[in-house]
């Protein structure tokens, strides 16, 4: 798994409240990202970061934010979950011009 | 933009025939492509890369690539299947501005019967 750790794996939670993942590496990797999965869609990048705060935003970036204060974690909020943000959220991390690795994933219910 | 098609949701395949499982791509710049795995209830495992260099790439569990600039395309292979390789499959492309982030596409299911 390329030490990294994604916590929770699993959550549930209302719609309106926030919710935050954690993504922690073990490789002080520069790149890190967050991918979310969902069914006809593949992955699709929803922020990015190229250093300790240095963030970006991807393809489906509403209703996210990032923070990475140290190089080992980047964080993933959603401010007030809903019901679209159900979903599978993958962290990635890349270390120079090699292939991504992945995460276990987090499974996320919106309810 | 770049974009990648996996024109397949589903390929069947028996074991020990081979296999292919289509991408094609669409960039401005170089190709950097990818193919990674998922098994269920799992994270994504990187198969294979292309760079530069032979069209055909050789990656993990015997699978292999073939990169074809002039169809733009990607198609992932295998010359006998096995019923683990049952999973799902994604072909990306990763962006050249610096980045590295990955466009992927949206997926085939691979399924092998014995």
């Known amino acids: 798994d390329a030490g990294i750790t994604q916590s929770p794996r699993h959550k549930v939670t209302e719609t309106g409240t926030p919710v935050t993942l954690r993504c922690h590496q073990t490789?002080?990797?520069?790149?890190m990202y967050w991918y979310r999965q969902d069914p006809g869609h593949g992955l699709r990048l929803i922020h990015y970061?190229?250093?300790?705060?240095?963030?970006d935003k991807g393809e489906v970036s509403d209703g996210y934010s990032v923070s990475r204060s140290k190089t080992e974690d980047f964080l993933l909020t959603l401010e007030s979950a809903t019901s679209s943000q159900t979903s599978v959220y993958f962290c990635?991390?890349?270390?120079?011009?090699?292939?991504?690795?992945f995460g276990q994933g987090t499974r996320l219910t919106v309810v | 933009a770049q974009s990648v098609a996996q024109p397949e949701d589903q390929v069947n395949v028996a074991e020990g025939n081979p296999l292919t499982v289509k991408c094609t791509y669409s960039?401005?710049?170089?190709?950097?492509l990818f193919w990674y795995v998922q098994y269920p209830n799992r994270g994504l495992q990187f198969l294979l890369k292309?760079?530069?260099?032979?069209?055909l790439v050789k990656g993990s569990y015997g699978f292999e690539a073939e990169f074809n600039k002039s169809q733009t395309s990607f198609h992932l292979k295998k010359p006998s299947a096995l019923v683990s390789d049952s999973a799902l499959y994604f072909c990306?492309?990763?962006?050249?501005?610096?980045?590295?982030?990955?466009?992927f596409g949206k997926g085939t299911m691979l399924l092998v019967s014995p």
């Open positions: 990635a991390i890349k270390a120079g011009n090699t292939e991504a690795f």
């Open positions: 490789e002080n990797h520069r790149y």
């Open positions: 970061s190229y250093g300790v705060k240095d963030t």
């Open positions: 960039v401005s710049g170089n190709p950097y």
């Open positions: 292309y760079i530069t260099g032979d069209n």
């Open positions: 990306a492309v990763r962006d050249d501005s610096g980045y590295s982030t990955l466009t």
